[in-house]
């Protein structure tokens, strides 16, 4: 007799043909992976399906990146789903703000095991083959910036053994840099009385709630630098009582990361060459491919000659050198310097310098003081053709920096 259970997946947020914007410098092997990289995802979440044997797969919203989905992504999408139904393996989807209905795009069909939620909350009854039966709840962004507080909506529908809401928002106050988009609370969504809330829009894996289990999955690929860490989905068992498990599926095909060195003494180029190096190996690939940043932290342990390599792109190059772009790689894609003018001060004793430093900064902070400083510069007869105005923060950035030049040139001296 089977276990009166059902199993099945929770992901989000595949963002599938993502156009990596901004990073088509990579070199041609690596950036053609990148591309191919959330359909990879898609893969192995289908392949983890099939080898759970579970009875469904939530996709809850932003399946695709755009909302002119190109034919390509639908393609794609459409043959892994078309694997799930060779497995009778049922596959439920609501579409986000990036993938909404009020897109423009040329309509490719799904396979029978798919149904896609309508733009307003409704229950589809789904009996399991061990005969469990589920009340699954979603619906579609009918356009991009859906506000309103959708989970208004949700009504439990009696007649199942088990009630799975699907919810593509944000919660009150908790959206980061998402838009707060089909906002809610913890309290409403317990409110629901449902058994378990598969979330999606928010791209970090957070469990909100454990009783009912509230879940975003986070996205599957991360697809910028502050997409940093593992990236899946959820394999989730629950029984007819209600009983649930969370296992996390980790899904990307190259994970973004930071290691970070803190330097504590002066170093050399093959000293800090070989410390950059062990930081990277140090993350370790475990079959999968990296995208690090190295940060280093109080630079002016390091000297101008070689602070210079680093700033004109000649470090980082020497690092990528080292890097095959086989199966498994770790590709140094930036150097960044974390200069901390408080940790810089504590190089130089003279108070009184410092106090002056501080107070010329500070005036030159003023519009009227910076432009004066710069004007021979914007009246010079063939420079002034190139240059744009400057703005607040561009003035604060530039004078940050001049400080830290200031501070780092007394630092070399001994």
């Not at 959708?150 to 088990?162: M, N, R, T």
Request: a negative charge.
């Amino acid at each position: 007799m089977a276990l009166e259970q059902i199993r099945f997946i929770h992901t989000a947020d595949l963002h599938l043909d993502s156009p990596f914007l901004g990073l088509n410098k990579l070199p041609d092997k690596l950036f053609s992976r990148l591309q191919e990289s959330t359909f990879s995802a898609l893969e192995r979440i289908v392949d983890t399906a099939i080898e759970k044997s579970v009875d469904f797969v939530l996709f809850v919203g932003d399946l695709f990146d755009g909302e002119d989905r190109s034919i390509k992504a639908q393609a794609r999408l459409r043959k892994q789903l078309k694997r799930l139904e060779e497995e009778d393996i049922f596959a439920f989807i609501t579409y986000g703000n990036h993938d909404h209905l009020a897109g423009d795009w040329v309509k490719l069909d799904m396979p029978d095991n798919v149904y896609v939620f309508n733009e307003s909350p409704e229950a589809f009854l789904f009996t399991a083959k061990n005969g469990v039966t589920v009340h699954v709840y979603g619906f579609s962004y009918p356009e991009r910036h859906v506000l309103t507080r959708k989970i208004d909506e949700y009504e439990k529908v009696p007649g199942a053994d088990l009630h799975i809401a699907m919810l593509h928002g944000s919660e009150d106050g908790h959206s980061g840099s998402h838009q707060p988009y089909a906002p809610f609370t913890i309290r409403e969504l317990k409110e629901k009385a449902m058994d378990y809330w598969a979330l999606g829009h928010i791209h970090k894996s957070r469990v909100l709630h454990s009783d009912p289990y509230i879940v975003y999955p986070g996205n599957t690929q991360g697809r910028h630098r502050k997409e940093e860490g593992e990236k899946g989905c959820y394999f989730v068992t629950m029984t007819k009582e209600g009983q649930t498990e969370l296992e996390f599926i980790e899904t990307a095909d190259i994970r973004w990361e930071s290691v970070r060195i803190d330097l504590k003494e002066k170093m050399g180029m093959t000293q800090f060459y070989t410390s950059c190096m062990t930081a990277m190996e140090s993350l370790g690939s475990k079959g999968q491919s990296i995208l690090c940043q190295v940060m280093i932290a109080n630079p002016y342990h390091l000297s101008q000659k070689l602070l210079k390599t680093i700033e004109n792109g000649e470090f980082i190059e020497m690092l990528q050198d080292e890097v095959f772009l086989d199966d498994d790689f770790i590709w140094p894609y930036h150097v960044k310097l974390e200069e901390n003018l408080k940790d810089e001060k504590k190089l130089i004793s003279d108070d009184a310098f410092l106090n002056v430093l501080e107070e010329a900064a500070s005036e030159l902070f003023h519009a009227d003081v910076f432009d004066q400083a710069v004007s021979d510069l914007f009246s010079h007869t063939y420079g002034s053709r190139y240059l744009d105005a400057i703005d607040g923060p561009e003035r604060e950035q530039i004078l940050q920096s001049a400080k830290k030049l200031v501070l780092r040139c007394l630092s070399e001296v001994d």
